[in-house]
Nanobody, 122 residues
Framework: QVQLQESGPGLVKSSQTLSLTCTVS??????????WNWIRQSPGKGLEWMGA???????SLSPSLKSRISISIDTSKNQFTLQLSSVTPEDTAVYYC??????????????WGQGTQVTGSS
């Protein structure tokens, strides 16, 4: 059973960079049919996909966040990381990491972290 756990600061000052790490356990981050995603949910809003990375180095980013976001992967630690620059209070959200699983006939988010609350302070 794959498990994901987000970690990082709960409060980030405006204009600073948010850094979150997702640690994968119970499976390998180099499993070919997984890509590793960051998703957030702001208060009163739906889920927002932010970006994804595959262990091969392939990265996909949300066009609306592309100028401020970077995602990296550390296969030796079974971790992947999100960095979001120029944080504002509008970046306040619960941030989730999730596994996009293409092992079957289709693809879906098969595993999620519990989420971590991040508040962008003004």
């Amino acid at each position: 059973q794959v498990q994901l756990q987000e970690s990082g600061p709960g409060l980030v000052k405006s204009s600073q960079t948010l850094s979150l790490t997702c640690t994968v356990s119970g499976g390998s981050i180099t499993t070919n049919y997984y890509s590793w995603n960051w998703i957030r949910q702001s208060p009163g809003k739906g889920l927002e996909w932010m970006g994804a990375i595959h262990y091969s180095g392939s990265i996909s980013l949300s066009p609306s966040l592309k100028s401020r976001i970077s995602i990296s992967i550390d296969t030796s630690k079974n971790q992947f990381t999100l960095q979001l620059s120029s944080v504002t209070p509008e970046d306040t959200a619960v941030y989730y990491c999730a596994a996009w699983d293409c092992s079957g006939n289709g693809c879906y988010f098969s595993y999620w972290g519990q989420g971590t609350q991040v508040t962008g302070s003004s």
